[in-house]
């Protein structure tokens, strides 16, 4: 696995991290924690230097070229899980002025691809209310196909901390059966062609 390192702008201690449980030590419990994790030592300095806003949430430059694809405008999503703790949150993002259009979190014992699973069904119906059909990319190659099934296919075991997710994950396949949203593109992210998807979190 490729080296990573981590930059907390706020959390416990601020600083350059060379490991997950490293940075993961100065954000737990901190609520409105910055970190983001970097392919090089050398981009982790320079991103430390700088403003936490230049490379979280609504920033651009983590935002791929407009003619590296397909479409002008769409929405991303994605999840972010703490395989620790199992505590989970997805948001989606409007491409390509960066605008947050959602951000769920508070789950408890959930997954990554349950995170995924609900974003793009958060996606779908965000634009049902907003009346648009906007194409929809998810870099989740197993959320896509939970979707392709209107099946959330998860193992994750039932526990009292998680009754909220299995409730919402009951919503979703309910909304999913009972909407017509064959107008609306659901798309794999090319990660390997575009970079991290915009609602990338930077965690991994």
């Not at 960066?98 to 609900?118: C, M, R």
């Not at 049902?128 to 209107?150: E, R, V």
């Not at 998680?162 to 107008?183: G, H, P, T």
Request: charged share 25%.
């Amino acid at each position: 696995m490729k080296k990573k390192y981590y930059v907390v702008w706020k959390g416990k201690k601020e600083g350059i991290y060379d490991s997950w449980e490293a940075c993961q030590e100065q954000v737990k419990g901190i609520a409105d924690a910055k970190f983001k994790a970097f392919e090089s030592l050398q981009e982790a300095q320079r991103a430390y230097r700088a403003s936490y806003q230049d490379f979280i949430g609504k920033n651009k430059k983590n935002i791929p070229k407009k003619a590296n694809l397909p479409f002008s405008e769409c929405i991303c999503v994605d999840a972010a899980c703490n395989m620790q703790t199992g505590n989970m949150e997805y948001r989606g993002v409007h491409y390509p002025s960066g605008k947050l259009l959602f951000h769920q979190k508070g789950f408890e014992d959930a997954t990554n691809n349950i995170g995924e699973f609900l974003a793009i069904i958060h996606a779908l119906a965000f634009q049902k209310q907003h009346q648009t059909n906007l194409p929809i990319y998810s870099d989740s190659k197993t959320a896509l196909s939970w979707l392709k099934h209107q099946k959330c296919k998860t193992e994750q075991k039932r526990t009292p901390n998680n009754k909220n997710v299995f409730e919402l994950i009951a919503r979703a396949e309910k909304w999913l059966a009972e909407n017509d949203y064959s107008q609306i593109p659901v798309l794999k992210w090319d990660t390997e062609n575009w970079g991290e998807i915009p609602a990338d979190f930077g965690r991994k």
